[in-house]
């Protein structure tokens, strides 16, 4: 599986930004992962295919995860930016439900929240 992910960029602290990402054929779960400089990555959030999500606390009621199955695609919607939510954001899959068991992952797009 190969995912292609679009949409990182420079924004200032209380703008948006959306994140899109492709795959190359049908997978069960999508999602997004981060990694700030000098901390460890971290799953931001994920949906399945019939639309469950999680989220990671520290970006709940900011961002949005959203998917289209027909496109094999993957969306995050992120408002409400902090400066600390300045990382390099992966798209990732999983052919299972769980996102982090075998998961596949396509090339960073980074994202700078200026404050």
């Known amino acids: 599986v190969q995912l292609q992910a679009s949409g990182g960029g420079l924004v200032q602290a209380g703008g948006s930004l959306k994140l899109s990402c492709t795959a190359s054929?049908?997978?069960?779960?999508m999602g997004w992962y981060r990694q700030a400089p000098g901390k460890q990555r971290e799953l931001v959030a994920s949906?399945?295919?019939?639309?469950?999500?999680t989220y990671t606390d520290s970006v709940k009621a900011r961002f949005t995860i959203s998917r289209d199955n027909a496109k094999n695609m993957v969306y995050l919607q992120m408002n409400s930016l902090k400066p600390e939510d300045t990382a390099v954001y992966y798209c990732?899959?999983?052919?299972?439900?769980?996102?982090?068991?075998?998961?596949?992952w396509g090339q960073g797009t980074l994202v700078t929240v200026s404050s």
């Open positions: 990732v899959a999983a052919l299972g439900r769980i996102l982090t068991v075998d998961p596949y």
């Open positions: 054929r049908s997978i069960s779960s």
């Open positions: 949906i399945t295919r019939d639309g469950m999500t």
